[in-house]
């Protein structure tokens, strides 16, 4: 069994939602299947498919126009939220020290953060892959937690550019990534595979040793693209 997430970043509508849930819960899956939409969506409500949100603030409440609180998030009946994501590192400016207290917050409203790590262009050819990984899920996580989070290792430049690291590159991210996390005392935590995961390429990574499920971006907003990415596995 294995976790299919999808990120419909800042695309889609709620009729386009509510097609494709109809559409998921035709199939038959044991997969779990969560969707992370636009803030705007989360009140959606599905038996078969989980609601998330992409982001939010690192604050409980206050004086900060235009974000939106765990508690919130929390209200609608979602119960994921994706943190840290590359988008949100390079447009935001959030920091492994910003995802932490993101990772925090959701937690700390029941919601199950979705925890982003991974490498920038830049970094890959610096040859500081594995450090960018590594200090990511030492730094984002908070310290001291006992309820279920899941980390994405999603290279920052494979993210919607059709481009994947080789099979042995995710498995080294992986394995490093399961390595720390047994390290803090955290074994069997989820890892998931982002970057340009499609029908024809996500039972290949699923495959993969430490894969244990995809976070899909523009292949999660049409049941034509998002359904054979969900049933490529059992
Ligand atoms: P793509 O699948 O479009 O490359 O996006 C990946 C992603 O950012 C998921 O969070």
Redesign the pocket.
Known sequence: MKIIAG?W?MNGSQSALDKIISDLSEIDTQNTVILCVPYTMLNTKSDKIAIGAQDISKHTSGAYTGEISAQMVASTGAKYV?IG???CRQYHGDTNSDVREKATQALNNGLIPII?VGETMDEKQAGKTMAVIESGVRECIPSDINTKIII?Y?PRW????GLTPTSAEIADAHNLIAKTLADMGLSGTPILY????KGNNAAEIMSISNVDGV?????SLKSDDFIPIITSVK
């Open positions: 990120n970043k994706i994501h590359s988008e982003c994405a999603e494979a993210i919607g550019a982002g970057a340009s995961v976070l899909v971006g523009g292949a």
